[in-house]
């Protein structure tokens, strides 16, 4: 290796190196972080304890629709951004409505595994239709919008493995939850359930950030946007001082 060369190699890892922070920084956003994941195990969390020492449907119910309201109003309060604690409150105000009108406590989480099934197929769905879903979620996030359609087949490919693993992913955790929903112990699934909240998840993220890690860059469309208006604008003074 010659002089000339060990620039360019330092070059290439510091570009790789700044691919993957944005990456990272970008999966964080997207799914909420560590504080996202706290707000999403909590409350079910809470009602699983409770049911699990006193079998009070409603207490445990009111304590974990309680708990997500505690949640967002924090989030307000530190104004933070507020769409995973409010996605929180949705999902455990629909758990409560059912578990309250069914009378089991384990319909408390059938909303959640009945939106997990379906977040499952669209992902697969749209991963085979080619315009795979994490895509669609994460191309705001990088500035890129929906430019790796047509322009970036790299990252294209990188979403659909994404979609195809989060897919999966999701398929094989409804595979476990819904005959443990139909023929288990209450407090038992719900344990489980709680159990499988992070580690999917996690394994999910995980592979996307490896998919998207060895990806192209995204193009920022934000920046061709205001490059080209910034152009407009300097023909349009070249005009005037003709």
Not at 84 to 99: D, E, I, L, N, R
Not at 125 to 134: K, Q
Not at 153 to 175: Q, V
Not at 202 to 228: G, S
Request: hydrophobic content about 50%.
């Amino acid at each position: 290796m010659t002089s000339l060369d060990k620039p360019t190699d330092q070059g290439t890892t510091d570009q790789d190196d700044d691919s993957r922070a944005v990456t990272e920084a970008a999966l964080f956003e997207a799914f909420g972080g560590v504080r996202g994941m706290v707000e999403t195990v909590v409350p079910g969390l809470l009602f699983v304890t409770i049911f699990t020492i006193n079998k009070d449907l409603h207490m445990s119910a009111i304590a974990a629709l309680a708990v997500s309201l505690v949640l967002v109003v924090v989030r307000l309060v530190m104004k933070g951004t507020v769409k995973h604690a409010f996605s929180g409150v949705f999902g455990v105000a629909f758990g409560v409505v059912f578990a309250m009108m069914t009378g089991n406590a384990k319909d408390f989480y059938l909303p959640g595994m009945l939106y997990t099934l379906g977040l499952a197929l669209a992902y697969i769905i749209t991963a085979i239709a080619g315009v795979p879903l994490i895509g669609l979620i994460l191309g705001p996030v990088f500035k890129e919008n929906l430019s790796w359609r047509t322009r970036n087949p790299g990252r294209k490919k990188a979403y659909t493995k994404a979609s195809w693993a989060w897919g999966l992913i999701l398929l094989a955790k409804c595979a476990i939850l819904f005959p443990l929903y139909w023929w288990g112990d209450t407090t038992q699934f719900g344990w489980v359930l709680i159990a499988l909240k992070i580690p999917p998840f996690l394994l999910a993220v995980w592979l996307t950030w490896v998919f998207l890690a060895k990806a192209p860059p995204p193009i920022d469309v934000f920046a061709e946007m205001e490059a080209a208006e910034q152009a407009e604008k300097d023909r349009e003074a070249e005009r005037r001082n003709a």
